[in-house]
């Protein structure tokens, strides 16, 4: 037992949420998968590994650029600028100098431009340390010197680290901290998740215009993950196109680090389908009602479950939630859903649509305005496992951007000194770095119900897109020791990637990708008996049951402990 004078640690949990996205406002809206998680993190942990070690759970909620009490126009310009993006990194990073004790631990999460931003203060942590309070009187100062050493070409591009530089020994010897400069383990980063970064820190090019002069300002520390960082998670989304939404993925450089765990995996869907909070039910109810964000929102609850305690009575009871606001939607909604929203912004956003790199994301006046309608029903709810409609998010409105650019699973660029080259280089210049990148198997679960015929419904006018899976092949595979897994192999078969495994139930603990699934299959079934006409969710829920089938294909034994360690590409 602890003994009661022992003070107890702290894990300090930073929740960055994305643009024009909070859940400290008195407008209705969905809740993002970032709200999600703030409200399902336990007040304390009950130390499941160590009887001598207990953790008050303190978060952090950052809410979405261009939030708050601000005029349209200035949360316009938010938005669609990197403005607020420097100020966001800093009140985080504030908050964890002000609570940090030694032997804590910082744990950030974030989706699109939140998800830079807790990417950012985990690298800015990671590079500099935490320093004490009084200290930060002088944050100006440090803060400066790290811009410029993210800048230099002989600095972070070379290698070499922060705390190696000139600049560094020069703050040193202004006497300046309290008891000499932040420890190395202060350094240290337990988490980091996150949902989807996209376009290096979420400011996108316009019409044609470069801004990664603007990007490589604050871009440095967020595509090569630091050694400080000791697990990374990254939910992908399939689907987007839109060129401004190119993907950031982190890559890790393994002669420089061994220690790091990194996983980064491939869902269906669009950039709001990953990360959560769609205005769609109070507008149109053309999407898929949050299917597919409660899939990444499992999944990273259960990558993040051996980290971090969370309520588990407060998860099913939302599952159960979820349950009945679908159902109140499907037979009885009160919702008034006008097909056009009103407003300036509303104006705005349609007219000078190149300014407006976050369409899915916007929260329209619309949302903001609804009111209670007379009850109606929606015959159209799709009620099974990531199986509802994807809207294509490459609308008109992001013509002016550029051509579509499907996303490219492992092959995709990181952005240097505002170019995009390949992360792992070419068949002449290989960078040997790695992405460590996975197929979710809801993706093979969407091609068996629903097809590439109906994966996507493409907006108007748009030209529709190759798929990025499109022509590969996935097959099964048998390792050394029994272990068997599939992977996905592109039709030039240059790419092999693993497909993620939704591990088996084990004793006392709860599965949250698979209590979601079980969740999704059984509104699927109660659907189908209750008349809807929806063939896919009948195949999908009474049909069959496609975990337990993947379970014996996948042959899970009882004398290993099942793991998604990630493994280097197999012959195809």
Avoid at 26 to 40: A, E, F, G, H, W
Avoid at 373 to 389: N, Q
Wanted: some cysteine; charged content about 25%; hydrophobic content about 35%.
């Amino acid at each position: 037992m602890v003994d009661a004078d022992t003070p107890w640690g702290r894990r300090l949990i930073i929740c960055c949420d994305g643009t024009w996205q909070s859940s400290t406002t008195d407008k209705q809206n969905v809740p993002s998968n970032v709200t999600k998680l703030c409200r399902l993190i336990a007040r304390y942990s009950e130390a499941k590994t160590d009887q001598n070690k207990h953790w008050h759970q303190l978060v952090y909620y950052d809410g979405g650029i261009g939030t708050g009490d601000l005029s349209e126009a200035e949360s316009i310009r938010q938005g669609a600028t990197g403005a607020g993006l420097e100020e966001n990194i800093i009140e985080a990073y504030n908050f964890i100098v002000l609570n940090y004790e030694p032997g804590d631990e910082i744990l950030c999460f974030g989706f699109s431009r939140g998800a830079y931003t807790a990417r950012a203060v985990a690298g800015l942590v990671a590079d500099i340390g935490v320093l004490q309070p009084l200290e930060m009187q002088f944050f100006h100062d440090i803060y400066r010197c790290y811009e410029e050493y993210g800048l230099d070409p002989n600095g972070s591009k070379s290698g070499v680290s922060f705390r190696e530089t000139s600049a560094w020994k020069k703050i040193c010897n202004k006497n300046i901290f309290v008891e000499g400069p932040p420890s190395e383990a202060s350094r240290n980063i337990k988490v980091v998740g996150v949902w989807d970064t996209v376009g290096s820190l979420g400011v996108p090019d316009i019409l044609g215009y470069n801004n990664g002069n603007l990007r490589k300002k604050y871009g440095f520390n967020n595509v090569k993950l630091s050694k400080h960082v000791q697990h990374a998670y990254h939910a992908l989304a399939l689907d987007d196109r839109r060129p401004s939404f190119r993907p950031t993925l982190w890559y890790i450089d393994p002669e420089r680090n061994k220690e790091s765990e990194l996983k980064q995996v491939w869902f269906p869907g669009v950039h709001i389908n990953c990360g959560g909070g769609s205005d769609d039910p109070f507008t149109k109810m053309e999407g898929d009602m949050e299917n597919i964000s409660i899939a990444t929102f499992t999944w990273m609850l259960q990558c993040i479950a051996p980290h971090v305690d969370l309520d588990q009575a407060g998860f099913k009871f939302y599952l159960k939630q979820y349950q009945n606001w679908l159902k109140k939607l499907r037979f009885d909604c009160t919702i008034l859903h006008p097909q056009e929203a009103g407003g300036v912004l509303d104006t705005i956003w349609k007219t000078a649509s190149w300014i407006n790199p976050f369409k899915s994301e916007q929260p329209s006046a619309a949302a903001a305005t609804s009111s209670v309608a007379k009850s109606h029903t929606h015959d159209k709810l799709y009620f099974g496992w990531g199986i509802g409609p994807i809207d294509d998010s490459y609308t008109k409105m992001y013509f002016a951007n550029g051509a579509p650019r499907p996303r490219r699973p492992g092959r995709e660029e990181m952005e240097i000194e505002g170019k995009w080259s390949p992360i792992k280089g070419d068949a002449s210049r290989p960078t040997g770095f790695l992405t460590n990148e996975y197929i979710h198997p809801l993706v093979q679960h969407r091609i068996e119900t629903v097809g590439w015929a109906k994966w996507i419904k493409w907006a108007d006018l748009a030209r529709p897109s190759p798929f990025p899976l499109e022509g590969w092949k996935r097959k099964l595979y048998t390792e050394e020791d029994g272990k068997t897994r599939y992977y996905w192999y592109s039709s030039d078969g240059e790419i092999c990637l693993p497909e993620w495994c939704v591990l088996p139930d084990t004793p006392n603990e709860i599965n949250y990708e698979r209590a979601w699934y079980m969740a999704a299959l059984d509104m699927g079934k109660e659907a189908s008996s209750e008349g809807l006409k929806a063939a896919d969710v009948v195949k999908a829920a009474g049909g069959k049951d496609f975990l337990k089938r993947l379970d014996g294909e996948i042959k899970w034994r009882s004398d290993m402990k099942p793991g998604n360690t990630w493994t280097p590409a197999k012959k195809s």
